[in-house]
């Protein structure tokens, strides 16, 4: 069984980042900027707790790309940064692995930022930081 939480997380973020739209997909056509394109990475067995009964845990992990094109688009991205952090750390307690300014060369007016964050999940939903 796949532990999945994407969506809640993606719940989550949609009604508490409130400053930008909030994508799962990047879109195929110019997007309402800000924009926050949140995706799952990984999602696989976390072996060391598997037994007789299957897989207990799963090991997950999300990428959060802000994307801004505003006058004062890094204060803005800091601002929405801070926002996902706290649910994405603060709420669900999630390590951050990465969070840094990533050059977005398709539009170098478009200020690009990513975060990663990873947890452990097990079967009944709980959450653990690393």
């Not at 999602?43 to 802000?66: L, M, P």
């Not at 004062?72 to 603060?90: E, F, G, H, L, P």
């Amino acid at each position: 069984m796949i532990i999945d939480i994407t969506n809640e997380v993606y719940t989550k973020l949609k009604s508490t980042v409130t400053s930008a739209t909030i994508l799962t997909e990047y879109p195929e056509s110019t997007p309402v900027f800000p924009c926050v394109v949140f995706s799952e990475l990984l999602n696989n067995t976390y072996e060391e707790t598997i037994d007789t009964g299957g897989q207990n845990h799963g090991d997950v992990s999300f990428e959060v790309q802000i994307f801004s094109n505003s006058d004062t688009k890094i204060t803005q991205v800091k601002s929405i940064r801070n926002s996902i952090d706290s649910v994405m750390a603060d709420t669900y307690g999630m390590s951050r692995t990465y969070s840094n300014a990533v050059p977005n060369y398709m539009d170098t007016n478009i200020y690009r930022y990513v975060l990663r964050y990873t947890c452990i999940v097990d079967a009944n939903r709980k959450i653990y930081g690393r």
